[in-house]
């Protein structure tokens, strides 16, 4: 198998220099319960970014009136690499405000629609290998509410070309897509200070 392509047996691997092993694309579902799933993912961003990756990433829920740190951070970040040249390019979209490339003053809020129009932007992408990096945050939510039609995307993860790495977030994450995965981690929450009738903090939830 050459270098780049998603899936590799044992043998395959066995057959690559450590150079190529290294420069393997990554699939990663973080899933479950527990809080820190978009955070996890988030740092992953961040370190493919100082390594001067293309950055993208594509909030599936977040309503448009919800804006994160994180956001504000790697809005920073782009800063930082058109004025200074460090780190990579970062593109922030959210599925709540109608995406940046479609959304219109008053549009018809369909959810699924939206969600069906980020999947195929980021299939499209894929398929150019237009970024290095991407993070589909709290997409196992249309994929389980069936908007959006994981074998499509299991297709698509496990036949995207180059070296693409891929994180995707949510709870309940589909079997289809922790089989397709290289990377899969399940957050168990033990406490939450939520169960407790708290509130979410700045800095702390968002």
Same mark, same amino acid.
């Given at each position: *198998?050459?270098? %780049? ?7 395959? #691997?066995? %057959? ?17 319960? &527990?809080?820190?799933?978009? /955070?996890?993912?988030?740092? *992953?961003?961040?370190?493919?970014? $100082? ?8 909030? +599936?829920? $977040? ?10 951070? +790697?809005?920073? +970040?782009?800063? #930082? ?5 460090? &780190? ?34 980021? $299939? ?10 991407? #993070?589909?945050?709290? +997409? ?28 995707? /977030? ?32 700045? %800095?702390?939830?968002?």
């Amino acid at each position: *198998m050459a270098e %780049g392509n998603v899936v590799s047996t044992s043998a395959e #691997l066995a %057959g690559m220099t450590t150079r190529q092993r290294r420069r393997l694309p990554i699939t990663a579902v973080h899933t479950g319960e &527990g809080k820190g799933k978009t /955070t996890a993912a988030m740092g *992953m961003a961040m370190r493919a970014w $100082k390594s001067g990756m293309d950055i993208a990433v594509f909030q +599936f829920v $977040k309503s448009k009136k919800w804006h994160s740190g994180e956001e504000d951070v +790697f809005g920073l +970040f782009q800063q #930082l690499h058109e004025t200074e040249g460090i &780190g990579g390019a970062v593109e922030w979209h959210k599925m709540g405000a109608g995406w940046s490339w479609t959304w219109k003053e008053g549009a018809e809020d369909d959810h699924a629609a939206k969600a069906q129009a980020g999947w195929q932007e980021v $299939k499209q992408r894929l398929a150019a290998e237009t970024h290095d990096f991407y #993070l589909l945050d709290e +997409f196992t939510y249309p994929v389980t509410w069936g908007w959006i039609d994981v074998d499509d995307v299991v297709e698509t993860l496990a036949n995207r070309p180059g070296r693409q790495h891929v994180v995707i /977030t949510g709870r309940n994450a589909d079997e289809k897509l922790i089989e397709v995965a290289d990377l899969v981690t399940r957050m168990e929450k033990i406490k939450h200070p939520f169960d407790q009738g708290r509130k979410g903090q700045k %800095g702390i939830e968002w």
